[in-house]
């Protein structure tokens, strides 16, 4: 099993900056993709980033691209997403997924790992 653990959220206003981090414990490697996700209240969860460490190949939802900035070191099976020029949308729990494969899937069914989620409050 793999236990993935979020740090980082809080209260930032717009155009502010914040950081994310996800450790990876367990079986930790079998795992080749992590990324993020985000739910807001009363909308569906959606894709934010992702990195693989074949490559380091990274994929960004259109919202946050040029904004977030994902990145990790698989040696300490860890993960990060630096956020900035945060918005009042970006407000949401942001959770660390991670997965044997190693495709840059946007898709929630394509993670088999989640963790708890941290929230993001961006304050206008």
């Known amino acids: 099993q793999v236990q993935l653990v979020e740090s980082g959220g809080g209260l930032v206003q717009a155009g502010g900056s914040l950081r994310l981090s996800c450790a990876a414990s367990?079986?930790?490697?079998?795992?080749?993709?992590m990324a993020w996700f985000r739910q807001a209240p009363g909308k569906e969860r959606e894709f934010v980033a992702s990195i693989n460490w074949s490559g380091r190949s990274t994929n960004y939802a259109d919202s946050v691209k040029g904004r977030f900035t994902i990145s990790g070191d698989n040696s300490k099976n860890t993960v990060t997403l630096q956020m900035t020029s945060l918005k009042s949308e970006d407000t949401a729990a942001y959770y660390c997924?991670?997965?044997?494969?190693?495709?840059?899937?946007?898709?929630?069914?394509?993670?088999?790992?989640w963790g708890q989620g941290t929230q993001v409050t961006v304050s206008s």
């Open positions: 997924v991670a997965d044997q494969s190693f495709v840059l899937s946007t898709r929630i069914a394509a993670y088999g790992y």
């Open positions: 367990g079986r930790t490697p079998s795992l080749n993709t």
